[in-house]
C-alpha cells in the first residue's frame, strides 16, 4: 500500500472540515452521522460502511485540526473498534449496540483501562456477573447511553454493556488539563451487564487498543497541522521593523522543523494504518507504536513552537494555541505512557539486529 492519503480520503477531510465547520450550535455529533462517518469503522454485517483504518485516520485528522469535543472519538473509534472485534452476531446485545452507534442513534463510552488492565472488577454468582469498582479518564462517559466496561478478576478479563442510566452507575464530572475534550469517573456498585464476553487469550482487545493508538495519532498530527497552519499565516501577517516575521531567519527555521515534524508523524500513521492491514501482528504494534511515538512528539513540539512563533499574543488565554498545548499534553499521556511504546520498538530493534 502507498504511504499516500487515496483522493477519497482526501475528500473525506474537505467534507469533514466543513461539517464541522458549518455544524449549528457546535453539534460535530449530529453533523458526522449525517455525513456517514459513524458508519466508517463498522463492519457491514452491522450496518456500517466497512471502512478502512485509513479511512477512520482521515476522519480523525480533521476532528484534531479543529479540536472537535463532540463524542465521535470516544463513541466511533474507542467503543466502535472494540466492539467491531467483539460482536458475535448481529442480533445480540453488542451487535444491536453497534449496529445502533453506526447510525448515530447511541453513544457509548468505554471504562477501564485498556493498557493497565485494572479499575473495574467482576465476579459472578448464579444470576450472573456483577461489576464493582472504579475508574477515571473515561472519555464522553457523562454523555454516554452504554459503557463499556473492561473489567478483570483472577479467572480473567472481560467486556461487557452496561445502561449507562443502570442505577449502580455513577458518573461524575472531571477537570482535566484538556478543556476540550470532557473526561468523566465513573464509579460501578454491584452492577449486572446486559451482556459480557470473555476475552482473555483472545488479543481482541489489544487488537482493538492498536487501531485506536493508531486513530489517536492520526488526530495528534490533525492538531500539529493546524498549529504549523496558524503558525504560517501569523509569520506572513505580523510585522516587526516594517518586516514580515516569516523572514527572519530564526522563525523560518522554527517553521520547518514543525513542517517536518508533522510529515515524519504523518508518514508514520500512514505506515500504521497500512500495518494493520498487510503485515503480521508483531510488524503492526511496532508499527503503531512507531507512529503514536512520532504523532506524540509532532503534536507537542508544534504547539510549542507555534506559542513562540506567534510571541506575546500566543502566550494569552484569549488565543486558541493553548488548547492545542494542552490537547497534546494530555493525549500524551492517554491509554499508555510513551515510554512503553518506545520499549516495544527497542525490543522489535533488537530482535531484527
Not at 485516520?57 to 472537535?68: N, Q, S, T
Not at 473515561?138 to 454523555?143: A, T
Not at 503480521?280 to 513562540?308: C, H, N, P, Y
Amino acid at each position: 500500500m502507498t504511504m499516500e492519503w487515496t483522493v477519497e480520503q482526501r475528500d473525506i477531510m474537505d467534507a469533514v472540515r466543513r461539517a464541522l465547520s458549518d455544524a449549528a450550535d457546535g453539534d460535530s455529533w449530529s453533523a458526522l452521522t449525517t455525513m456517514g462517518c459513524t458508519e466508517i469503522g463498522v463492519p457491514e454485517q452491522y450496518g456500517g460502511a466497512g471502512g478502512t483504518l485509513k479511512d477512520l485516520c482521515a476522519v480523525a485528522l480533521e476532528l484534531g485540526r479543529a479540536l472537535d469535543p463532540g463524542p465521535f472519538f470516544a463513541s466511533a473509534v474507542l467503543a466502535g473498534l472494540l466492539l467491531s472485534e467483539l460482536a458475535p452476531a448481529p442480533d445480540d446485545q453488542m451487535g444491536i449496540t453497534l449496529a445502533r452507534l453506526a447510525t448515530g442513534s447511541t453513544r457509548v463510552a468505554v471504562a477501564g483501562n485498556q493498557s493497565a488492565r485494572e479499575g473495574v472488577v467482576w465476579s459472578d454468582d448464579d444470576e450472573g456477573v456483577v461489576l464493582s469498582g472504579h475508574t477515571h479518564f473515561v472519555m464522553g462517559g457523562m454523555d454516554a447511553d452504554t459503557v463499556l466496561v473492561i473489567a478483570t478478576s483472577d479467572k480473567g478479563r472481560l467486556v461487557a454493556t452496561v445502561d449507562a442510566t443502570d442505577n449502580g452507575v455513577e458518573r461524575t464530572a472531571m477537570t482535566t488539563l484538556d478543556l476540550t475534550r470532557p473526561m468523566a469517573s465513573v464509579t460501578f456498585d454491584g452492577v449486572r451487564p446486559t451482556e459480557w464476553v470473555p476475552v482473555e487469550g483472545t488479543g481482541a482487545v489489544d487488537r482493538a487498543t492498536a487501531a485506536m493508538w493508531t486513530v489517536l495519532a492520526a488526530e495528534q498530527v490533525g492538531s500539529a497541522r493546524a498549529c504549523l497552519d496558524m503558525s504560517v499565516v501569523y509569520a506572513k501577517t505580523r510585522k516587526q521593523f516594517g518586516r514580515p516575521i516569516g523572514s527572519f531567519q530564526a522563525i523560518k527555521h522554527r517553521l520547518v522543523d514543525i513542517s517536518i515534524a508533522v510529515e515524519l508523524a504523518e508518514a508514520a500513521v500512514l505506515d500504521a494504518a497500512n500495518a494493520a492491514v498487510d503485515r503480521d501482528e508483531a510488524s503492526m504494534f511496532t508499527a503503531v507504536s512507531i507512529a503514536r511515538v512520532l504523532a506524540s512528539r509532532a503534536a507537542s513540539f508544534a504547539a510549542e513552537e507555534s506559542i513562540q512563533v506567534h510571541g506575546g499574543i500566543g502566550f494569552t488565554w484569549e488565543h486558541v494555541l493553548h488548547h492545542y498545548f494542552r490537547r497534546a499534553k494530555s493525549v500524551e499521556m492517554l491509554f499508555g505512557s510513551m515510554d512503553s511504546h518506545l520499549d516495544y520498538i527497542a525490543e522489535a530493534v533488537l530482535e531484527q539486529a
